[in-house]
C-alpha cells in the first residue's frame, strides 16, 4: 500500500507541476529545517530499542527534522497535499511521506459545507499540531497524546466532513461531524503498549520500522516471544476496514466545547531555524 501512495504522490506532483507555470497561485510550498542542541541524560532513547521516553540518548547539535509540505490546486475546488519528512535516525528511509492525500471541497450552495479527503492523512483530532507540516507552533515538543498519535496513528482511506454555522447562533458557533474508513493502521497501539508514553517531536512516516524495546517477555522463551522486534504501524493486516467519528462544537473558531470521538481500527534544550 506504502508504494502505491509513493507513485500516486509523484503522478501527483506532476499533475501539479505541469500547470505551475502559467499558474504559479495555485502552487504553495513550504520548506522546514528543525536544528536543535540536546543535552541528554537518563535511560537510553525508544528509537534505539531501549524504554527512554526521550528521542536521544546522546548530546550534541542535531539535525532534528526537514520537511516539505506541498499544496497543490488541480481546480477550484480540489486540491492535493503531500508532506515528506526527512531524519537521520535509521528507522526508515532518509526521506519518506507522513501524508499524501486529494481533498475536494465543493462550492457552497447552502449553509452547509462538504468535504472530501481521500489519501493518507491524520485523523482530525488535534487541536495542538495546527500548522503545515502537522508541526506544533507552541512547544518544541508535542503532548504525550500527540507524540503518540504522531508515533502509531494514520489514516489511510477517505474521509467525509459536513460543517455549519446556524444564522440563528450568530454565526460565531460552528458545528461539524466528521468520519472515515480507513486501512492500514491495525498494529497500532503495540509501540504505546510496550514502551509506554513518550514526548517527542518524531512524526512515523509511512514505511518506517519503529524498534520495540528489549525486553524479556518478548526476547526469545519470553510469554509474547513471536512479538516482532519492531512495528510497522502503518500497515494493514487483515483486510477489513476501520473507522472513526469526530463531533465538534466551536465558539468563533476558538474553543472546542465538546467532543466525541473514536478510533476504531478493524480488530531538552533547542533552538529551530525555519
Known amino acids: 500500500m506504502v508504494r502505491v501512495l509513493t507513485w500516486l504522490t509523484l503522478a501527483t506532483l506532476l499533475a501539479f507541476t505541469v500547470p505551475a507555470v502559467a499558474q504559479e497561485k495555485r502552487h504553495d510550498t513550504m520548506l522546514g529545517v528543525d536544528v536543535a542542541y540536546v543535552n541528554a541524560s537518563g535511560y537510553d532513547s525508544w528509537t534505539g530499542g531501549a524504554v527512554g521516553k526521550l528521542r536521544y540518548s546522546d548530546s550534541g547539535l542535531k539535525l532534528a527534522r526537514a520537511f516539505l509540505d506541498y499544496e497543490g490546486r488541480i481546480t477550484d475546488t480540489v486540491q492535493g497535499t503531500v508532506v515528506l519528512e526527512a531524519y537521520d535516525d535509521g528507522l526508515g528511509t532518509a526521506v519518506d511521506l507522513t501524508e499524501s492525500y486529494v481533498e475536494w471541497r465543493p462550492v457552497p450552495r447552502s449553509r452547509n459545507r462538504y468535504r472530501l479527503k481521500i489519501g493518507a492523512f491524520y485523523p482530525r483530532m488535534s487541536l495542538e499540531n495546527v500548522e503545515r507540516g502537522w508541526s506544533n507552533p507552541y512547544l518544541q515538543s508535542s503532548s504525550a497524546i500527540n507524540t503518540w498519535i504522531a508515533e502509531e496513528v494514520r489514516a489511510v482511506g477517505a474521509e467525509l466532513s459536513w460543517s455549519r454555522k446556524p444564522a440563528s447562533l450568530g454565526g460565531s458557533h460552528e458545528f461539524s461531524v466528521n468520519g472515515a474508513v480507513f486501512w492500514g493502521n491495525d498494529p497500532a497501539g503495540t509501540l504505546v503498549s510496550w514502551k509506554g508514553w513518550s514526548i517527542h517531536d518524531r512524526q512515523t512516516r509511512l514505511s518506517d ?59 531538552s534544550r533547542s533552538f529551530r531555524l525555519r
Open 209 to 267: 520500522e519503529l524498534p520495540l524495546p528489549a525486553l524479556p517477555q518478548i526476547g526469545p522463551g519470553g510469554v509474547f516471544r513471536r512479538q516482532d522486534p519492531h512495528t510497522e504501524p502503518i500497515r494493514e493486516i487483515d483486510g477489513a476496514a476501520g473507522y472513526y467519528v469526530n463531533v465538534e462544537w466551536r465558539y468563533a473558531n476558538r474553543i472546542l466545547d465538546a467532543s466525541r470521538a473514536e478510533l476504531h481500527p478493524s480488530r
